[in-house]
C-alpha cells in the first residue's frame, strides 16, 4: 500500500523557517517525483515545487523560488521541504503528492498544519 | 488567478449526472495528462481521475475526458458523498511547473 506520512503541526514566528518531512511507503523512492503544495485558509491549492529523488534534483514555483528547499533523502525514504523567512502569508496546510515527470499526482499525504503568527 | 479555469459551483441531485470543467490552453491541458483531485471537509485531497484511470478504489461512477483544451470530470449518478472541492491540475509546459484551476464547490442538493 502506497502511503505518504507527513510531520505534525507547527507553530512559528515570523522570520523563522520551518521544515516538514514526508515519508513514504509501499513503494520504490526512486521511482516518482515528490511535489509540495501550500493550501492557505480557505483558498485553492497551489504548487510549491518537486524534487527527483533519483538525483536529487529539485524544480521551484516562481512564486517560492528563493525561500523554500525541497530535498530527498534516499537512506530514509523521506523528502523534505523547507520554507524560510516565514510571514503571516506562509500560515497553511502544506501536502507532499506523488507524481511521475510532467504528469498529475496520484497519492497525497495527510497534510501538515504550518501556523505563523508571533 | 489560476491557470487553469473551473466552474466555482456546480450542484446535482442524488442520481444525476454532473460535469465539471477545467480550461487551460495547447501548453498545459493540450498537451499533458491532467488529474482530478476531491477534497472533503478540508482534509487531504485524493484523486478521483489520474489522466485516462480511474485509480484504485474510486467508484466507476467518475470518468475523465479531455478535448482539445478541456478536460472534463464527469460523475454519472451522484452521491450525497461526493459533495466537496473539486481541483485539477496539469503540467504546462511554458511554466515547468504543475499549474491547478481554481476548484470547483459541488453541492449535492
Known amino acids: 500500500e502506497v502511503q505518504l506520512i507527513q510531520s505534525g503541526t507547527e507553530v512559528k514566528k515570523p522570520g523563522t523557517t520551518v521544515k516538514i518531512s514526508c515519508k513514504i511507503s509501499?513503494?520504490?523512492?526512486?521511482?516518482?517525483?515528490i511535489h509540495w503544495v501550500q493550501q492557505a485558509p480557505g483558498k485553492g491549492l497551489e504548487w510549491m515545487g518537486l524534487?527527483?529523488?533519483?538525483?536529487?534534483?529539485?524544480v521551484y514555483a516562481e512564486k517560492f523560488q528563493g525561500r523554500v528547499t525541497i530535498t530527498a533523502d534516499t537512506s530514509t525514504d523521506t523528502a523534505y521541504m523547507e520554507l524560510t523567512s516565514l510571514r503571516s502569508e506562509d500560515t497553511a496546510v502544506y501536502y507532499c503528492a506523488r507524481g511521475e515527470a510532467e504528469r498529475p499526482f496520484d497519492y497525497w499525504g495527510q497534510g501538515t498544519l504550518v501556523t505563523v503568527s508571533s | 488567478q489560476s491557470a487553469l479555469t473551473q466552474e466555482a459551483s456546480v450542484s446535482g441531485t442524488v442520481g444525476q449526472k454532473v460535469t465539471l470543467s477545467c480550461t487551460g490552453n495547447s501548453i498545459n491541458i493540450g498537451s499533458f495528462a491532467v488529474g482530478w483531485y476531491q477534497q472533503i471537509s478540508h482534509s487531504a485531497p485524493k484523486t478521483v481521475m489520474f489522466g485516462d484511470s480511474l485509480p484504485s478504489g474510486i467508484p466507476d461512477r467518475f470518468s475523465g475526458s479531455k478535448s482539445g483544451t478541456t478536460a472534463s470530470l464527469t460523475i454519472s449518478g451522484l452521491q450525497p458523498e461526493d459533495e466537496g472541492d473539486y481541483y485539477c491540475?496539469?503540467?504546462?509546459?511554458?511554466?515547468?511547473?504543475?499549474?491547478f484551476g481554481g476548484g470547483t464547490k459541488l453541492t449535492v442538493l
Open positions: 524534487v527527483d529523488p533519483e538525483d536529487g534534483e529539485p
Open positions: 509501499g513503494y520504490t523512492f526512486t521511482d516518482y517525483f
Open positions: 491540475s496539469t503540467w504546462d509546459y511554458s511554466l515547468s511547473a504543475q499549474v
